[in-house]
């Protein structure tokens, strides 16, 4: 069990991670800062995926499970103190929501509702998405990249996707409002269901069209609360969205953030499909596999 020496909330977070990520390489000969007991001051915690502050039954290491966690319109009373471990998560949470990276309900707990908005978090700053908030994603909170547009001169409302970095970005008076990550097109040929084509998610210029709330249920699999806008393709909330291309062509959201994109994404406004530029790749640590693993990469039952 890991023992976390330090909380704090996110103003004091932030100003504590900042001096502790800001200092740069050490000096030839320089002398760490340290406190007055001559102890040098902690790093941040790195905080994984399963994580639990002890609220809602959960161990830390556990992935937690749809039926421990509240729904997004839970009303009940705070859980209580969850601890250093919760603290810090609650805090990231709170971070990512101010930055438009939609977590869910802020419970201290690392669950899936987090663990898709780091994802989507770390690719928006240049990084792999992992299931974990490490050092360089610390840092990255303290000083997040600038949401850039994929469209210049677009209009101040639209929606974005982005088909290499996996990110849809919702702007509101050419500012980003809501960034998630999404699951598009598999690029391959599929038969099932009586239904044959090639699974890809065509880049362009296209409009909002119907939207559908709650579930539907298409020949392909189930949608929440679809928004079309290309044809029979939608965004739309689902239960599988992992970290690459795996759609039929729809583009799928986590289901926490298929509701907020609804009551966005307005009839007749633009949505923009397009192919990023590559970015400068990171180095992945030893041992650690790809993000976009693709062992399992057939196109599965959501559409």
């Not at 760490?32 to 790093?43: E, F, I, K, L, Y």
Request: glycine share 12%.
């Amino acid at each position: 069990m890991r023992t976390i020496t330090h909380c704090f909330g996110i103003a004091a977070m932030i100003t504590v991670s900042t001096m502790t990520l800001s200092t740069g390489p050490a000096r030839a000969g320089a002398v760490p800062p340290r406190d007055s007991r001559g102890v040098p001051p902690p790093g941040p915690p790195v905080l994984r995926f399963g994580d639990s502050g002890g609220s809602y039954g959960l161990r830390a290491g556990r992935a937690p499970h749809a039926d421990d966690l509240p729904r997004a319109d839970d009303t009940s009373p705070d859980p209580g103190d969850p601890g250093d471990l919760g603290r810090e998560i609650v805090a990231v949470k709170k971070r990512l929501n101010e930055l438009g990276f939609n977590v869910g309900p802020p419970t201290p707990v690392y669950d899936s509702g987090m663990r898709t908005a780091v994802w989507a978090f770390q690719k928006a700053n240049g990084m792999r998405p992992v299931d974990r908030v490490d050092t360089a994603t610390w840092r990255a909170l303290v000083r997040p990249a600038r949401i850039r547009p994929l469209v210049r001169d677009g209009e101040p409302s639209r929606v974005e996707i982005d088909l290499r970095r996996q990110l849809l970005t919702v702007w509101r008076h050419d500012r980003p409002v809501l960034v998630s990550h999404v699951s598009t097109g598999a690029e391959r040929s599929y038969c099932e269901r009586g239904h044959c084509g090639f699974a890809d998610t065509p880049p362009g210029d296209f409009r909002v069209g119907e939207r559908v709330r709650g579930w539907s249920m298409g020949y392909l699999g189930a949608m929440y609360y679809p928004v079309y806008f290309n044809g029979g393709i939608a965004i739309h909330g689902s239960t599988l969205v992992p970290r690459y291309p795996a759609s039929h062509g729809c583009a799928r959201i986590p289901l926490h953030n298929a509701v907020p994109l609804f009551r966005l994404a307005q009839p007749g406004e633009p949505v923009h499909v397009r192919r990023s530029a590559p970015e400068r790749r990171y180095p992945r640590p030893a041992g650690e596999r790809r993000s976009g693993d693709r062992r399992d990469a057939g196109i599965n039952s959501a559409r």
